[in-house]
């Protein structure tokens, strides 16, 4: 059995957040992952859809379509499970159920500028039993 849990993914402008080191101490899930119910998938089809394009909506808006450290929002990915992930537009619609892999950046802080020493690991959420993405 597997700890995956849905989840949505922001699609922005930039995939290198500027400035680079409030994603290196935060994490970058911090800032383009959206939580969902975990029982989402259980839905009825028409619901699940609606209900997934009302969060994207509702994030988008709530965010004035914009990300801070990485800009504008272009789309969002719903991680429906570990294979199976659909493209929503911004205003809420299903693109497609065949979205692109999730591109994630690699952040961390050095000590010392001693690319082993990687400090970044202080800083960072964890976000309990969630597999990376």
Not at 21 to 50: H, Q
Not at 91 to 103: A, E, K, M, S, Y
Request: hydrophobic residues 35%; contains cysteine; charged residues 25%.
């Amino acid at each position: 059995m597997t700890n995956f849990e849905p989840c949505m993914w922001v699609v922005t402008e930039r995939q290198i957040a500027e400035p680079i080191f409030a994603v290196a101490i935060l994490g970058e899930d911090y800032f383009r992952l959206i939580s969902l119910p975990r029982d989402i998938t259980r839905l009825p089809p028409v619901l699940e859809v609606k209900l997934v394009g009302l969060i994207a909506r509702s994030h988008y808006r709530r965010n004035n379509g914009v990300i801070g450290c990485f800009g504008r929002i272009l789309q969002y990915l719903y991680l429906r499970s570990e294979n199976e992930r659909w493209t929503l537009s911004t205003n809420g619609h299903l693109v497609n159920r065949h979205g692109d892999p999730i591109q994630k950046g690699q952040y961390s802080l050095c000590l010392k500028r001693r690319p082993n020493r990687d400090t970044g690991f202080l800083f960072r959420r964890h976000l309990g039993n969630r597999k990376p993405l």
